[in-house]
């Protein structure tokens, strides 16, 4: 009888263990999926708050001196980048444009410059896409734990910002070596990302290359990074408030 008794609590103690084991999985889970779509939307919504605004253009259209180097006025160079911009977000169909460069109307980009940004806008597409997407399943997740699951939504929300820890590092790891050599690491983002070479512009012919040099994609990342590891640190800050609502209530 003892030993019957003896296996039977042995076997009660295994199942709560299991179930133990399976919460904690659960809650690891949960916080590294909500992490990571957090990490998706701050970073696709960092990247468009610099990518679509035309006084970060402007500003370094003017320390750069790219009105030189396109030959073009500002008013100019502003007008074809607004143009530019709203190509990416989907409100223009084509680059086709005339612009006076060194003096003389003219078609402002080649036909080589026009393919590589149509790659360029089906990137921007994609990100606004699993920007977006990761958005609405964030919402979802954080509504239906509300209302059903108040416990996992504090876990979660209390395991999140290890994983976040773990995005900064990552993030400061990779500015340390764009500062190091961005070259290097500008190429391999392209070989990456794009399919075919068209990316490599040649300066004498191609105005894109001219209108965003290197140092201006350098010195774009490094605000975007700075931007995203701000508003990590904001919506932290935010989580924590929020988390200790939920307990205060629950």
Not at 148 to 172: P, W
């Amino acid at each position: 009888m003892n030993l019957i008794l003896r296996q039977a609590s042995n076997q009660l103690c295994d199942n709560k263990l299991k179930v133990v084991i399976r919460m904690k999985s659960l809650n690891v889970g949960v916080s590294i999926i909500v992490g990571i779509l957090l990490f998706f939307v701050l970073l696709f919504t960092s990247t468009e708050m610099i990518a679509y605004n035309i006084n970060h253009y402007k500003w370094q259209f003017e320390k750069h001196e790219i009105t030189r180097e396109t030959e073009m006025d500002l008013e100019e160079l502003t007008r074809v980048t607004k143009n530019m911009i709203e190509y990416l977000k989907g409100s223009r169909d084509t680059l086709d444009m005339k612009a006076v460069i060194d003096g003389k109307e003219q078609e402002v980009f080649g036909e080589r410059e026009k393919s590589h940004m149509v790659d360029v806008k089906k990137l921007f597409v994609i990100g606004t896409y699993i920007r977006n997407i990761s958005f609405i399943i964030l919402i979802v997740a954080i509504a239906y734990m509300v209302l059903r699951n108040k416990k996992l939504l504090i876990v979660t929300l209390s395991m999140v910002k290890y994983v976040f820890a773990v995005i900064i590092m990552l993030i400061l790891i990779l500015g340390s070596l764009l500062l190091i050599n961005f070259n290097k690491y500008f190429t391999i983002f392209h070989e990456i990302f794009f399919s075919n070479d068209l990316w490599l512009l040649d300066p004498k012919t191609d105005i894109l290359i001219n209108m965003v040099p290197e140092v201006f994609f350098f010195q774009t990342a490094m605000i975007v990074l700075g931007i995203f590891v701000t508003s990590v640190i904001v919506l932290l800050i935010i989580i924590e408030k929020f988390k200790k609502r939920l307990i205060k209530h629950s």
